[in-house]
């Protein structure tokens, strides 16, 4: 059985105060479960990760299966761009359509994020993540109370940065947070540009990343900034190219599209909603 769904870009980082936004991105993860009863554990074929392989071992178990799991993924790995997410909710839905049950997309997130705050593979449970890679869109939401304000189209395209240089800690500055709560605020009223730059003002610094990318894209039609923690950075608007010969002098720069549907036939509950 397969399922798959897809990357993420930030808008705002959910990590400071545990509110996010994050929109799909079309850069996508494909998993694929065979079941088999004979094995001991279900384990991800030819991966020795231990927090995946404890991910794919607390999901498929609570499902009541047992199965050797296939990863495909275009997301480039531990760059902020919302690769664990799209693994989570690839997995579960591909048990999900195993066992011939509804995706439920509340009922997926919400197994997500506790999963994920579990394995220690997410700081907050990255509900805006798992959001955008599963429904699409441009979502709102708190962390926290694993819980949507909204869901919007985001039309535009949009390219991602990944930089020459690595990502030295992630550590919160104590100072400097009502930049992010001012950030989350200016993207509910479709103020990204100006969201994506307060967002990426604190957590550059909080982890040592440079902001110059971002200084780079002011004067130009784009709004642009860190993606999740780092260290690729992403911009969306009307017209990119500018911004991408630009950005190619910092590293390897990727056309994406921006993804408006959820990645499988979900079915979207109102209690999904704050």
């Not at 760059?79 to 690839?90: H, P, R, T």
């Amino acid at each position: 059985m397969k399922a798959k769904a897809y990357g993420a870009g930030t808008v705002v980082n959910a990590l400071a105060t545990f509110k996010g936004c994050a929109f799909g991105i079309s850069l996508k993860t494909e998993v694929k479960i065979e079941v088999d009863e004979n094995i001991k554990t279900s384990y991800i074929h030819g991966v020795d990760d231990e927090k995946a392989n404890f991910v794919v071992n607390k999901i498929l178990s609570s499902l009541g299966l047992k199965a050797v799991v296939e990863v495909d993924s275009e997301i480039p790995k531990g760059m902020g761009l919302g690769g664990s997410s799209a693994f989570v909710n690839a997995l579960i839905c591909a048990g999900f359509k195993e066992r011939g049950e509804v995706l439920n997309a509340y009922r997926i997130l919400k197994t997500n994020s506790r999963v994920s705050l579990e394995a220690g593979i997410s700081y907050t449970g990255a509900f805006d993540d798992a959001s955008a890679s599963l429904l699409g869109g441009i979502n709102f939401s708190d962390n926290k109370k694993m819980k949507l304000f909204k869901i919007e189209n985001l039309e535009g395209k949009a390219i991602i940065l990944i930089p020459e240089w690595n990502r030295k800690k992630v550590e919160l500055k104590k100072s400097g947070k009502e930049l992010v709560e001012k950030a989350f605020l200016l993207a509910l009223d479709g103020k990204y540009k100006e969201a994506m730059y307060l967002n990426s003002l604190y957590y550059c610094s909080s982890f040592e990343l440079p902001l110059e990318p971002i200084l780079v894209s002011k004067d130009l039609d784009v709004s642009a900034g860190l993606s999740g923690n780092g260290t690729a950075y992403i911009a969306f608007g009307n017209d990119v190219n500018e911004l991408k010969k630009i950005w190619e002098n910092f590293g390897e720069v990727l056309f994406v599209k921006i993804v408006n549907k959820p990645s499988e036939n979900v079915f979207i509950p109102k209690e999904i909603f704050i």
